[in-house]
């Protein structure tokens, strides 16, 4: 581990693991039986061996999406559990030229210099994190309850940021971890793959709905954990854009971000109602 890789312990069984100062979380669940990684980083910190300090379990991993800081070390473990409909994107997020792409503009909005991040061993450690393997993964679907071993586990379908986006209800503790769905600070819309303004505020809608389940929302990035009254934010901030956009999608791309409460919702206007046909 890194000076700014931190473990927090949650409950006896639970774990909340922050990669580069918490760029980026991943939790650790454990049953009787087994446990469950929720995410697994950036590629910058070793999770398998994380989680083997932490428990003696045999750990399978479920991704919140197929979004690279929630994917890169997959390939350490047997069984990692991802929605089908995010197929296509955990696919382009595996591949070399995605990644690279991706840490290049990383660093660019970070003002690194190019020069600097091109001396090994920074360059080293960038390139390790873009060759991360491809790792095979077994489909999950809305509703599907994962059994640890007296803890129970329930998947929540949660298309927008990408159209296979879940929650995983922790029943027993009354906790939703929400992935990049549900965070303090806004949801990117605006980005290949992403579902429409209208088919993330029905994901909210279902998350409110369920909301007598839960007591606290675990998001991946940024504050944690939030309080469900995020929901109701969110779900005013999406309709506020729907209302102001009565006309539908506009043929024009623009990227456009809407503020209500707490929140910040970015989304582009070619994609702010469902297409025909295209129901998640
Ligand atoms: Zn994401």
């Known amino acids: 581990m890194k000076a700014n890789d931190t473990i927090t312990q949650i409950d006896r069984q639970t774990y909340c693991i922050e990669e580069d100062g918490g760029t980026v979380y991943g939790y650790l669940l454990c049953g009787a039986r087994r446990a469950v990684l929720i995410d697994t980083g950036f590629g910058g910190l070793d999770y398998r061996s994380v989680a083997g300090q932490l428990t003696a379990l045999p750990v399978f991993v479920i991704n919140t ?46 003002a690194v210099p190019e020069e600097q991040w091109l001396l090994s061993p920074f360059k080293e450690r960038i390139e390790k994190r873009c060759a991360i393997p491809m790792a095979a993964w077994r489909p999950l679907t809305d509703g599907e309850r994962l059994e640890l071993g007296g803890r129970e586990l329930e998947v929540i379908h949660t298309p927008g940021h990408t159209p296979g986006s879940i929650c995983v209800l922790d029943c027993a503790n009354r906790r939703l971890f929400s992935g990049d769905t549900v965070c303090a600070q806004g949801i990117l819309l605006n980005l290949k793959h992403c579902g429409s303004v209208e088919t993330f505020a029905r994901s909210i809608r279902r998350l409110s709905a369920q909301g007598d389940r839960y ?66």
Not at 76 to 91: G, I, K, M
């Open 215 to 280: 007591d606290s929302i675990w998001p991946a990035h940024h504050q944690k954990p939030i309080g469900k009254d995020y929901l109701h934010d969110y779900e005013m901030c999406a309709q506020k854009i729907l209302e102001s956009r009565p006309g539908g999608n506009e043929a024009a791309l623009r990227v456009e971000a809407a503020s209500w409460g707490r929140v910040q919702v970015v989304y582009t206007t070619d994609n702010v109602w469902d297409r025909t046909g295209c129901e998640p």
């Open 65 to 110: 999406h197929g979004h690279l800081d929630h994917i890169s070390c997959n390939w350490q473990f047997e069984t990692v559990y991802l929605h089908p409909a995010d197929e296509a994107v955990y696919q382009e997020h595996c591949s070399y030229d995605v990644r690279r792409d991706f840490m290049t503009n990383l660093l660019r909005e970070a």
